[in-house]
């Protein structure tokens, strides 16, 4: 199978936020779009892996934030390549909270979404969410970023020395390490979950 075909699919970049009564987490997804409309039913899908994802399975609601082109990589990276199972995502930063109370950005986010979900379907890796939308708001009015724009004006470049041998590759967004001279084809990053092409050669010195 040819997984770059995949890449034509199109996806945006959001902030998923949940909260529980004993914690309040987000996470960076790419996947979420509209399904329905009459009741209006959006589809969200998130790492089983995340802490997320165990918040939404127990609380039932969710933020979801439309982040804007402007909406800075390092802002992304505090989200989306650290768990909350280690650091408080939301402490000192600025945000509001919605009617139940689940935090987000107001900051470099086109709308957010509040939503309560309605079924859910665990497909191996990913959990698919679909939620009935209960609110919506538009906030800077700014366009929205595609996964395809962040691919290609967001995310640092890798750096490459064809001269020198290749002992490691290093992730470009979380910085795992990989030793090894040659990276599979199907690998992807255990910290992330970003697959072989989001990795950068680490030369010998």
Known sequence: MDKKALYSLSY???????KTKEKENACITNVGVQVASDPTRIAISVLNTNLTCELLKQSGVFVLSALDKTFPFETIKHFGMQSGRDVEKFKGLNFQRDSNDIPYLTEHVSAIISARVVKQEDLGTHTLFIAEVTDAVSLTGAEPMTYAY???EVKPKKQTNSAKKIIGWRCVICQYVYEGETLPDDYTCPLCGHPKEDFEPIYES
């Open 12 to 18: 945006g970049v959001f902030l998923l936020s949940v």
């Open 150 to 152: 962040y691919q290609a």
